[in-house]
């Protein structure tokens, strides 16, 4: 049913991600949050949200989960938390539209697993499986080329300490990180697996955190199957992206403080070397933002038949 406000109840709302889903919301007419749940701030109010100062967070247990006039529900859970809830959901009432930010079911073709700029996600989709960060970052960089590569693609990342989460852990730690950079998960890191499946099947990935807290910047390496110049490059992409209002073509390098609190994708700095065959080229997002929060209200979006970059275009968070 067509309605002219649609009430979100959103689980774990005082993660870094459920922080910034709930700023987003403060600019979309539509999507209204009606309810937010935490295991360990129950009761206090929800700080940020201005258009009700009076909401507050409810329990989230499972045994007790309410969604009354609920139409969507965000999974801003970590991962691996969110499968429980997704069948409590679907028995409370199989019609709650659900968005997953964690990486339950980004494997799972029961879902539709979205970067608006990339797939095409039919209109009424009720799960929604949102893509990880450094995935969405390193499968913007491919897409354009997946017609003139046809070897491996090798990508470096490396993302500020909120990538790691709000619970303490070793790529977090400040004591670890102080002029510091952590290589972790350098082989089948689960994004890696992501952009295979996902995308194109031989990629290479390595992560990096570092001591910053937002953003990440992701360098890719191609090998080309036909002879371009940067200057072709470049226009693979503009053409690739036309029309794709939150991805930002440039030649120059993007720099992780371009992107910092904005729902934007920076892509640039196509170096192709002497021989025209090799290719270099940086991809950069806000970890919690265009790769993750913004990219979840896209995807509501496009379910509900707006334009995916509708309300998000700058938004200052």
């Known amino acids: 049913m067509v309605k002219d406000e649609y009430n979100i109840a959103l689980l774990g709302g005082r993660g870094f991600v459920g922080q910034e889903i709930?700023?987003?919301?403060?600019?979309?007419?539509?999507?209204?949050?009606s309810m937010a749940f935490s295991a360990s701030f129950s009761g206090n109010y929800v700080e940020g949200y201005l258009k009700n100062s009076d909401l507050k967070y409810t329990d989230l247990d499972l045994n007790s989960l309410d969604l009354n006039n609920i139409d969507i529900v965000i999974c801003a859970l970590s991962n691996g938390e969110s499968t429980p809830f997704v069948k409590k959901i679907e028995e409370i009432n199989n019609s709650i539209v659900i968005v997953d930010i964690g990486s339950?079911?980004?494997?799972?073709?029961?879902?539709?697993?979205?970067?608006?700029?990339?797939?095409?996600?039919?209109?009424?989709?009720?799960?929604?499986?949102?893509?990880?960060?450094?995935a969405t970052a390193m499968q913007l960089a491919i897409s354009p080329l997946r017609d003139v590569i046809d070897s491996k693609v090798s990508c470096m990342g490396v993302s500020g300490y909120s990538g790691a989460g709000s619970s303490p852990n070793e790529k977090n730690n400040p004591?670890?990180?102080?002029?510091?950079?952590?290589?972790?998960?350098?082989?089948?890191?689960?994004?890696e697996n992501?952009?295979?499946?996902?995308?194109y099947s031989k990629v290479s990935f390595t992560?990096?955190?570092?001591?910053?807290?937002?953003?990440?910047l992701v360098t890719s390496h191609f090998s080309l199957n036909k002879n371009l110049s940067e200057s072709d490059i470049y226009e693979i992409y503009i053409d690739f992206y036309q029309n794709k209002k939150l991805v930002k073509i440039n030649k120059k390098p993007p720099l992780i403080s371009d992107v910092i609190n904005t729902n934007y994708a920076y892509i640039g700095g196509f170096s192709v070397n002497e021989d025209g065959e090799s290719l270099a080229l940086c991809s950069s997002i806000d970890n919690l933002l265009k790769g993750a929060a913004t990219q979840c209200i896209q995807n509501l979006n496009i379910s509900f038949g707006i334009e995916d970059s509708l309300y998000l275009e700058d938004t200052h968070i």
């Open 194 to 199: 992501e952009v295979k499946r996902h995308c």
């Open 104 to 134: 339950d079911y980004r494997f799972n073709d029961d879902w539709y697993y979205s970067i608006p700029e990339i797939h095409n996600m039919p209109k009424g989709t009720k799960k929604i499986s949102n893509p990880g960060c450094y």
């Open 175 to 191: 004591d670890n990180l102080k002029n510091n950079i952590l290589p972790y998960s350098l082989t089948n890191h689960t994004h």
């Open 207 to 216: 992560p990096h955190v570092a001591d910053f807290f937002r953003g990440i």
């Open 22 to 33: 709930i700023k987003l919301l403060n600019f979309h007419p539509i999507f209204n949050l």
